[in-house]
């Protein structure tokens, strides 16, 4: 048995995150070797324990370590604001950014024909109660520019309308874009200048 074969496999895995290729994972890795006591160890014990505990909250789909976020919960973030995002990098984006103060919910997609992902396969259902549970009075839709994005926020403002102040983050998302790849100031302006629909 060849003495690295562990260490080639580890190579391997991390080769596979996003932003790594072979190169860099062997690089990793092998700070990772040296730098034992100090990152590797507390790096392989914290990964045990988020793969073990990681889920999506049962509200919004935001991923942490309980069964309802810690935004959920908050008291303060309940201030009749709901922010739909399609991705849970979109949520962390938006938190990154620091500027909204309302709660979320993650659609975990977009609608698609092509695909056949219709209504039930995302958190609409969940959405429309919570509007009604959660006493929301503006539901701001922060979809991505692409063709399904808009389409999903229309199908959302039809199942809304009358019940809610519709909003859209304004210009600056790029077409196409992801929130993901906004810096901080961008979304700022998108969510400070966000227009009704
Ligand atoms: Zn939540």
New binding site residues.
């Given amino acids: 048995m060849s003495s690295t074969k562990d260490i080639d496999a580890l190579i391997e895995l991390m080769a596979k995150l996003p932003g790594l290729g072979p190169r860099s994972a062997r690089r990793a890795v092998l700070h990772l070797i040296r730098k034992r006591a100090l990152l590797f160890t507390p790096l392989a014990d914290l990964m045990g324990d988020v793969a073990r505990a990681a889920r999506e909250?049962?509200?919004?789909?935001?991923v942490?370590t309980t069964d309802?976020?810690?935004?959920?919960?908050s008291e303060k973030r309940g201030n009749g604001q709901l922010c739909v995002v399609e991705d849970v990098a979109d949520l962390w984006a938006m938190e990154r950014a620091g500027v909204f103060k309302g709660?979320?919910h993650v659609l975990g997609g977009t609608l698609s024909a092509l695909d056949a992902v219709g209504p039930d396969e995302l958190r609409i259902p969940k959405l429309i109660d919570r509007v009604t549970s959660e006493e929301i009075t503006e539901v701001i839709l922060a979809l991505n520019a692409t063709i399904d994005g808009q389409t999903t926020a229309h199908y959302i403002a039809d199942q809304l309308d009358g019940q809610v102040t519709l909003t859209s983050l304004a210009q600056g998302v790029p077409i196409g874009g992801e929130l993901d790849y906004l810096d901080d100031g961008t979304i700022t302006a998108a969510l400070n200048a966000r227009k009704a629909l």
């Fill in positions: 909250c049962l509200n919004c789909g935001n942490g309802v976020c810690d935004i959920c919960t709660r979320y």
